[in-house]
């Protein structure tokens, strides 16, 4: 069993309400240096919350995720871990990661899968 931290990946449409809806999981297994992620954009449910919200635009920014989790662009110079903790960084904006958590898997790919459809 390997140890790995997680993070919901959440959209804030109002960050000074803190109504969010998760919309994926970001996993980082340091042993297996195993970053991941997994996302389930539901669009119906933000706009519900925030009818305003300009979907397009967080789309953008969400599937923006899984290229910096691949190493993509400027990212590509980080290391998994490094990767992980630049995205779970606090921030004020629309698209941010929760409190990150940890947990014991033998499989970090099965556990992201199992964590999103419990999370989200």
Request: net charge negative.
């Amino acid at each position: 069993m390997n140890e790995y931290e997680y993070a919901a990946l959440r959209v804030v449409p109002r960050v000074d309400r803190g109504e969010c809806v998760n919309v994926g999981v970001l996993l980082y297994c340091r042993f297996a240096v195993h970053l991941t992620m997994r996302l389930a954009l539901d669009l119906d449910r933000l706009r519900a919350l925030a009818p305003d919200l300009d979907l397009d635009e967080v789309a953008l920014a969400v599937h923006a995720w899984p290229r910096t989790v691949a190493g993509e662009g400027p990212a590509g110079v980080l290391s998994p871990g490094e990767r992980f903790r630049w995205l779970t960084a606090p921030r004020s904006t629309v698209v941010q990661a929760g409190p990150v958590h940890t947990g014991l898997t033998a499989d970090p790919d099965a556990e992201a899968d199992r964590l999103l459809s419990r999370l989200v």
